[in-house]
Each structure stands twice: as structure tokens, then as C-alpha cells.
């Protein structure tokens, strides 16, 4: 692999407080240097960065890639290539797939396509459970020694307090994250959208705020008990912001997530029983949007991760209570996050990398393990490039993912990277 100089962008890198106009030169998969008017070596690909962003590659710790069992819908190569033209170089891939993802060689599966996709890097998660029936632990250390960088049910809670106990003790043996997906199901069974005027005015059942709420403060309070890693996915909940940041303060090891649909959009966007805008949990009111946001900016939600959740166009035509949940968000986040964090003024663009790449990185020990969510010498060689004068228009259309489901297709954002560089080489440019 020939070296490659990225001459003259603005490196913005949070873990090492840099913001500067700087050139990056990248060898044998690594970064090698950075400073003012480096040399070519003999050989090099040179890249003019000037007017763009130079920063760490995007990390989306929250990706479905559908595969095994369900490739009408993504595969592992689709996704990696999504994620690279959103400018991701690494996502991490949730387990509940067909089979699951909940032993040794379904994650060696997962991880062999990755590496053979040729976009993101790709590492797999592993179940919780045996299964993810919430009944027996998964083999942890097996997982591990296989390539799982986490462990989680997502897409379904562990709803015993006694296995979630149990979970977070036997991770604290590998120092493993677990990432919880919060849904106290007695409270949101039969629900479709959240709870409030516009669930009742379109004759829909809602999913209350407490659904979340209940499970957030029940996984805190276990995760204090045992010191175990806490990850909490899609938070989307006023109170669950408050129950977050309140356990931060104590001490607890907790990260979390924010989604670009929680922070953009309400339940609003339901209107019309539009399957789109269906998602779990749901869009929330304008109240928990405004605090998704105050969390992202004050840290409290460290992490802006996607939930991409792809689906069939014909799965989607279907009426509203039985169409499936989520919406692809690969290929729309940094547009978004930049459009309606940034633009805004809630972070500014340092925050914003920290929050999609940096943190990210710590989340789930990519930046100890692997030597992501860093430009620093000695880190890997993964650098987005990032416009952030670009104007554009979202056209699902245009996506690489195979699934189309975005409520966003036709909106107009701002910011888009340019240049996806993986281990030293370029796997996506525009």
C-alpha cells in the first residue's frame, strides 16, 4: 500500500484538542505524521484538502445489517458500502439477525464479510442471551475471543432484572460494554407510535415515555450495583436524559446514544400514518426532542449513532400497526447532525466530530483496542473528509443501502463527506 499525504485540509481531531490547517500523512494502514508542510514520500498519493475537513473516521456503533437470514433487506457488503458513502469507516453491527448473532461462528461470520465488503470496517456485537429468549447468558468470553467488540439484545430489552444483573457482572470479567435497548414491555405492548394528541387524534396505540423510563433507571441502578459498562441505545425520553445525567454525576459507567430522527423529528411526522416516520422507541414529543438535543450538546448523550434499520419497500406499504420499525440513516447522519446540531449552534464542529467519531470510539474500547476515534500517530489510518459548504438534497434514490425507509428523502441539508479513506485507502469518494 503506497503512502498517502492529505495536504493542507483543517484537521479537526477532539481526542488530541486539535483544530488546525495541517497535513496528515498516512502509511503502511497507520497515521504516520501530522504538521505544517510535511514531505511526499517517494511514491505517494497526495490528496488537496484545501476548504475541506480532515478528521477522524465516523464511528456508528449502531448499525443492522440484516445478514444472515434477511439479505432482501441489506446485506453486510450493502451496509459497509452505505456506511462509507455517509462517511462511516467503522460501524458495529447489532446481533439480532437470523440466526443471531450468539455464538463463536455467527460473529466470525459477520466479521469475515466485513473484511471481504471492502467499505466500513465492520465489527460485530453478540447476543446477551442464548437466542436473545432472555433466559441463559451467552458465552461472553467466547464471543469476544471471536471478534464481538459488545454484547446486546437490541431490538429486544432484557426484561429480567436478575439476567441484566448477571450480564453486567460477567462483562465486568472483559470490561465489556453492554448495550441495552430500554422497553419495559407490559407498558408498551400493542403500541405503534408514541403516546400523546396525535396517537389519539389518528386512533393509534401509544408507547408512553415510562415504557423507556422504567428500564433506563432499573439498568442504571444495576449497573452502579455491579460497576459493570452500560451502554444505552436510542435514547429518546426526557426523563431517560435526566435519569442519564444524574448517574453520570455519581459516577456510574454509563455511555448513550442520540439519534439523528430523535433530535430532528416528532411525532408529528407520524401524520397521515406515515410508515416512515415509524420507529423504536418512537418519535417523542417536541419537549423530548428539545432534551435529546440539550443532551447531546452537554455530553450527557456522548454518542450520535444512526439505529439503521433497513426494510422492504413491501414491508413498509402496510398499515401502520403492522408495518415494521426503524428507518435506514446511514448515508443522511452527517448531514443531519451537522444541519441540525451545528447549524444551530447547539455544538460546534469539534463537538460534532467528537460526538461521531471520538466518542463513539470509547463507547465500545475501539479506541484502546483497535486504535480508532483518533488521528494521533500510531492510530489507524481512518480519515473522513468532510464539506461542510456542500448544499444537497436527500434523494432515496441515490442510497447504496438496499432499502429505501427514510422520512427524510427530499429534504435539504448541509455538509457531506467528500472522501472515505479505510486503513490508508480510499473505499469511497464523491
Known amino acids: 500500500m503506497k503512502p498517502m499525504l492529505i495536504r493542507g485540509g483543517r484537521v479537526v481531531d477532539p481526542s488530541q484538542k486539535l483544530d488546525a490547517v495541517v497535513d496528515v500523512l498516512l502509511a503502511e494502514g497507520l497515521v504516520a505524521r501530522i504538521g505544517e508542510n510535511l514531505d511526499a514520500p517517494e511514491g505517494a498519493e497526495t490528496i488537496d484538502a484545501a476548504g475541506l475537513v480532515v478528521a477522524p473516521g465516523l464511528i456508528d456503533v449502531h448499525v443492522h445489517l440484516r445478514e444472515p437470514g434477511q439479505e432482501h433487506k441489506e446485506t453486510i457488503e450493502s451496509g459497509a458500502r452505505a456506511a462509507a458513502a455517509g462517511g462511516f469507516t467503522a460501524i458495529v453491527a447489532m446481533p439480532n439477525t437470523d440466526p443471531p448473532i450468539d455464538n463463536p461462528a455467527n460473529v466470525g461470520f459477520v466479521l469475515a464479510e466485513g473484511l471481504r465488503a471492502g467499505g466500513a470496517r465492520v465489527y460485530p456485537t453478540g447476543c446477551i442471551t442464548v437466542g436473545q429468549n432472555g433466559e441463559q447468558l451467552t458465552e461472553f468470553g467466547e464471543l469476544i475471543e471471536a471478534g464481538a467488540v459488545a454484547v446486546t439484545d437490541d431490538g429486544r430489552p432484557v426484561s429480567s432484572a436478575s439476567m441484566m444483573r448477571m450480564a453486567l457482572e460477567y462483562a465486568l470479567a472483559f470490561d465489556l460494554p453492554v448495550a441495552v435497548h430500554e422497553e419495559e414491555l407490559t407498558l408498551s405492548r400493542g403500541g405503534s407510535m408514541n403516546e400523546g394528541i396525535i396517537a389519539t387524534r389518528l386512533g393509534l396505540t401509544g408507547i408512553p415515555n415510562e415504557a423507556e423510563?422504567?428500564?433506563?433507571?432499573?439498568?442504571?441502578?444495576?449497573?452502579?450495583?455491579?460497576?459493570?459498562?452500560?451502554?444505552?441505545?436510542?435514547?429518546?425520553?426526557?426523563?431517560?436524559?435526566?435519569?442519564?445525567?444524574?448517574?453520570?454525576?455519581?459516577?456510574?459507567?454509563?455511555?448513550?446514544?442520540?439519534?439523528?430522527?430523535?433530535?430532528?423529528?416528532?411525532?408529528?411526522?407520524?401524520?397521515?400514518?406515515?410508515?416512515?416516520?415509524?420507529?423504536?422507541?418512537?418519535?417523542?414529543?417536541?419537549?423530548?426532542?428539545?432534551?435529546?438535543?440539550?443532551?447531546?450538546?452537554?455530553?450527557?448523550?456522548?454518542?450520535?449513532?444512526?439505529?439503521?434499520?433497513?426494510?422492504?419497500?413491501?414491508?413498509?406499504?402496510?398499515?401502520?400497526?403492522?408495518?415494521?420499525?426503524?428507518?435506514v440513516g446511514l448515508e443522511t447522519s452527517l448531514g443531519l447532525s451537522y444541519t441540525e446540531l451545528v447549524g444551530t449552534g447547539i455544538l460546534d464542529l469539534s463537538q460534532l466530530i467528537d460526538r461521531m467519531s471520538c466518542a463513539p470510539a470509547r463507547s465500545m474500547r475501539l479506541d484502546t483496542g483497535m486504535k480508532l476515534g483518533s488521528l494521533a500517530v500510531g492510530f489507524q489510518a481512518d480519515v473522513t473528509l468532510i464539506d461542510t459548504r456542500i448544499e444537497w438534497t436527500v434523494d432515496r434514490a441515490t442510497f447504496l443501502s438496499m432499502s429505501r425507509n427514510t422520512p427524510f428523502h427530499g429534504r435539504d441539508l448541509r455538509c457531506r463527506a467528500v472522501r472515505t479513506i479505510v486503513g490508508g485507502r480510499t473505499v469511497w469518494s464523491a
Open 213 to 327: 423510563d422504567v428500564m433506563i433507571a432499573r439498568d442504571l441502578m444495576l449497573a452502579e450495583l455491579t460497576g459493570g459498562r452500560l451502554h444505552v441505545q436510542h435514547v429518546s425520553t426526557r426523563r431517560g436524559v435526566e435519569l442519564i445525567r444524574a448517574a453520570k454525576a455519581r459516577g456510574i459507567r454509563v455511555t448513550a446514544e442520540a439519534t439523528p430522527h430523535h433530535f430532528t423529528l416528532t411525532d408529528a411526522a407520524v401524520a397521515a400514518y406515515r410508515t416512515d416516520a415509524k420507529m423504536n422507541p418512537p418519535l417523542r414529543s417536541e419537549a423530548d426532542r428539545q432534551a435529546v438535543r440539550e443532551g447531546v450538546r452537554d455530553g450527557t448523550l456522548d454518542v450520535i449513532a444512526t439505529d439503521h434499520a433497513p426494510h422492504h419497500y413491501d414491508e413498509k406499504e402496510q398499515a401502520f400497526e403492522d408495518a415494521p420499525n426503524g428507518i
